[in-house]
Structures are given as structure tokens and as C-alpha cells.
């Protein structure tokens, strides 16, 4: 149903800045919920952000809150996570994935209904 496809990683130092995107195609994308999740090598997969397909609510994993910002642009089909002062700790594939329809949490990641594939990020100190 929804295509996504992340892109915007890269390698940076520490204190660093990235914006990564997450392009989706399909007519339920306005409609759907999409989150951030990241993995490290030998790490459980973590909670970044999520925001609704409005809008109105917003989430942020506690590592990461103050740092990143999601957003999302439903005329462009795209969501971003603009990620500031980045930490080694940072470190890992992160992926976006949606949600279609309502009245599940945003937290989880076995909620989700689609997945990208991921773009690597790269945090050296």
C-alpha cells in the first residue's frame, strides 16, 4: 500500500547536523501515522519520533527530545526528522515507517505497517 523510501544519512562528527527524509507513495500517506525508529549494531531497534497524520500529536524517544524535530509535508508525500547536535551514541540505521488508520500507539514498532530500508548515519566524536 505505502512505498517508503528514507534518504539524508551520511558521516558527521559529533555536534553535528543532519535532515533525513522520508518519501512515501501511495494515496494514504495524508492519512498515516509515521515514525522514526533506529538500530545499532547489537541493539534492540529504539523509538525515535512519530508524528500523526495531522499533525497534532508528537513524539520523541527521551534520548533524543530537544535534539530532533519530526515533520511531515502531506502535499509533498514526505516526512522529515531534522536531527541537531548529534551523539556517537546516534549511531545506527535509522528507518521510517507508517501506520495506516487510527487508534494505535506510535511508539511501538510492531504497530507499524510498513517499513523503508533505512539510511545509515554515521556519528564520529
Known amino acids: 500500500q505505502v512505498l517508503l523510501v528514507e534518504s539524508g544519512g551520511g558521516s558527521v562528527q559529533g555536534g553535528d547536523s543532519l535532515r533525513l527524509s522520508c518519501a512515501a507513495s501511495g494515496m494514504t500517506f495524508s492519512r498515516s501515522n509515521i515514525g522514526w525508529f533506529r538500530q545499532a549494531p547489537g541493539k534492540e531497534r529504539e523509538f525515535v519520533a512519530a508524528i500523526s497524520w495531522g499533525g497534532g500529536r508528537i513524539y520523541y524517544g527521551d534520548s533524543v527530545k530537544g535534539r530532533f524535530t519530526i515533520t511531515r509535508d502531506n502535499l509533498k508525500d514526505t516526512a522529515y526528522l531534522q536531527m541537531n547536535s548529534l551523539k556517537p551514541e546516534g549511531t545506527a540505521v535509522y528507518y521510517c515507517?507508517?501506520?495506516?488508520?487510527?487508534?494505535?500507539?506510535?511508539?511501538?514498532?510492531?504497530?507499524?505497517?510498513?517499513w523503508g530500508r533505512g539510511t545509515q548515519v554515521t556519528v564520529s566524536s
Open positions: 515507517a507508517g501506520q495506516v488508520g487510527g487508534g494505535r500507539a506510535l511508539r511501538d514498532s510492531w504497530l507499524y505497517d510498513g
